[in-house]
């Protein structure tokens, strides 16, 4: 079964200093992952998808094998990104292509 | 043109009596799903429709939980005797539609109803 998983329920840093939201998987066939994040009263929007090697709002997320793991990193961490962030694993084969399967979520807080 | 749009916004209901959620996908979107979420168990997959059937109920947590669609458009979510552990907020996401193994459709998330039992 797929499994995602985001440790920090909660994050919390100064405005400029680097921020690394963790996430890791299990997933059996080849993944694809993405970054989704809900602003305060806002839609749950997508960020990034690692298959795009994007960089989005000066965010970046490699995906590592090795480790099972698709951290999301900035390097200045600005007010403006505090928001709930959230790991997803797609399903990709049978009837469940499509099918998202999330983390528990990291709330980022930015502190000016 | 207008994103996905869900309707009550909010819904205050007694134990025991049914709810209806509507979801209102993107005009042309064949793909449409139903998500959960709740404090505690972030987001959970509860069914995805392509056009009007559905491949992939494994996420409704019981059989007081059942969904249609028809006209390949609008999506209702029924949870009928509705319990306190049901109070979350539910999410419905359209995407443009899977085709066997295709590079991934973003999938557009409407605002969600928020439902609480009392």
């Known amino acids: 079964a797929q499994r995602v998983t985001q440790p920090e329920k909660l994050l919390s840093v100064f405005k400029g200093a680097p921020v690394e939201l963790k996430c890791n998987y299990s997933?059996?066939?080849?993944?694809?992952l993405f970054w989704y994040v809900q602003y305060s009263r806002q839609r749950l929007q997508l960020l990034l998808r690692?298959?795009s090697r994007e960089s989005i709002k000066g965010f970046t997320a490699d995906l590592n094998k090795g480790e099972t793991s698709f951290h999301l990193k900035k390097p200045f961490a600005q007010e403006e990104d505090s928001a709930m962030y959230y790991c997803a694993l797609l399903s990709a084969g049978g009837t469940s292509y499509g099918k998202l399967t999330f983390g528990q979520g990291t709330i980022l807080t930015v502190h000016p | 043109g207008a994103g996905v749009s869900q309707s009550p916004s909010n819904k205050v209901t007694e134990k025991g009596k049914d709810v209806e959620l509507r979801c209102d996908p993107i005009?042309?979107?064949?793909?449409l799903y139903w998500y959960r979420q709740s404090l505690g168990q972030g987001l959970e997959f509860l069914i995805y429709f392509q056009g009007n059937s559905a491949p992939d109920k494994s996420g409704l947590p019981s059989d007081r939980f059942s969904a249609e669609r028809t006209g390949g458009s609008v999506s209702t979510l029924t949870i009928q005797r509705t319990q306190q552990e049901d109070s979350a907020v539910y999410l419905c996401a359209s995407s443009p539609g899977t085709s066997g193994r295709v590079v991934y459709n973003e999938q557009f998330f409407g605002p969600g109803t928020r439902l609480t039992v009392l």
């Open positions: 690692h298959i």
């Open positions: 997933y059996s066939g080849s993944p694809e």
């Open positions: 005009s042309g979107h064949t793909a």
